[in-house]
């Protein structure tokens, strides 16, 4: 496996891949790789010739008041995981290198950016479509793998990459869980034991609004609010939102006719931590 901490390296690796006849399956990430950044990384091997992991915790995506200098970093263990994992090459460029001068271009989205996520962290997605769209350059055509965990960013980035003409196909990757069903994410280390177990509301709401869908509940609004009072129900959560969205454009659904496909989209705190986890279903 390669490791290359410059822009030119990575760039100068995947332009020779593509020359010698082979795909490019791009896995980004910021680290604290885990069995959900496994399956990303696995889903791009079986489908890519060279896998290509990015490793970069980027500080435009973090507010002042948010965990950027203690996000975990645990690089050693990433590099081993990403060889387990059958990463061809990883990119980990430094803040200067990615940044060599404060950057006067952002990259920014309307519409789906202003909800949830964009609406409790209001800089969040200029600073993840601004770097991933570096990134996408810097890496050149390939196929690049997001996960349905942070489904918001996986439909901004979807959107940016085809507004934009970027020769990248965006691919979904479904969430994985942790046996008890906590969505895998590197935020969940700073769970204290009884948040981490007051956490596994998040899925059981979810379950059980899917399947008061499954039961002929029709009115989005309905399962809205159960999904918001079952997550209000358990003390250690702060409820951030809980919505009924079309999955492609993120906008809140009305009725959900027969065939319809809904995702269910939740976000809650627990102490400092805000975890956030969703569903798809069809309705039926
Ligand atoms: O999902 C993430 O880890 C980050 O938001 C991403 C896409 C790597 C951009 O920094």
Redesign the pocket.
Known sequence: MQVCATKSEFRRFLDDTRAAGRTVGLV???GALHAGHRSLMEAASAECDVVALTI?V?PL?FAPTEDLSKYPRPIERDLELAEAAGVGVVFTPTVEEMYPVPTATTVHLDGLTAPMEGAARPTHFDG?TT??TKLFNIAGPCRAY?GEK?FQ?LAVVRRMAADLDQPVEVVPSPIIREADGLAMSSRNIYLSIEDRAAALVLYRSLLAASELISAGERRASVVAAQLAADIASEPRAALEYAEVVDPLTLEPLDLLDVGTDVRLIVAARFATTRLLDNLGVRAS
Do not use: A, H, K, S
């Open positions: 980004p990430t910021m970069f980027n995506q993840v770097v991933v997001f942070d960013q």
